[in-house]
């Protein structure tokens, strides 16, 4: 497992449009139509990284709990589906399907949206307000496969909260740490 870590978009910047691949419905969707009207959760997974593996379960039940405070989740996937076949659009709708997202899961195909987002591993979590404007990037919480923290979303929860309360989003956010994202050889 390689331990990459996020690259730490700039707070303030706003979130870059986007056009995708649903994987789940099969539809082209824009962050425009996707966002949320208080917050807009984008984070970049994809389907073979041990690192989202095990924290699957907890992002689908946090996604349940937050988007019914009109914070909207976004997944997305960069990976290069032909030297990473398990990556590849349709085995991304089986797990959608199979770990219960309620979320749309986009195929980033051209790499351009993770380049825009300065996206580096999977997963990679941002959270912007109703304005789009980033206020939160960094980790789900301090769980990592093998090290025994109970997953719980801490982080990224805690930074959903203050948005919705109008409180201050703390600015010492941790990183995440994951795989990183299987770039196309140029």
């Not at 962050?31 to 907890?58: A, D, R």
Request: aromatic content about 10%; some cysteine.
């Amino acid at each position: 497992m390689a331990n990459t870590p996020s690259n730490m978009l700039p707070l303030g910047t706003i979130a870059p449009s986007f056009k995708l691949l649903d994987t789940t419905s099969e539809k082209y969707k824009s962050l425009q139509e996707l966002k949320g009207s208080k917050g807009t959760v984008i984070m970049f997974i994809c389907n073979h990284c041990p690192f989202v593996k095990h924290l699957n379960s907890e992002i689908a039940k946090t996604a349940i709990e937050y988007q019914h405070k009109d914070i909207s989740f976004i997944a997305i996937s960069s990976n290069d589906a032909e030297n990473y076949p398990q990556d590849a659009p349709h085995l991304m709708k089986l797990i959608s399907v199979e770990q219960k997202y309620t979320f749309p899961y986009l195929y980033d195909e051209s790499q351009e949206v993770a380049k825009a987002y300065d996206a580096a591993c999977t997963p990679d979590f941002y959270l912007f307000d109703a304005n789009l404007k980033l206020v939160y990037r960094g980790q789900f919480d301090n769980s990592r496969p093998g090290n025994g923290i109970p997953v719980s979303g801490g982080d990224l929860k805690g930074a959903m909260d203050a948005l919705l309360e109008g409180k201050e989003i703390n600015a010492n956010q941790k990183p995440s740490m994951g795989c990183n994202i299987k770039w196309k050889k140029q």
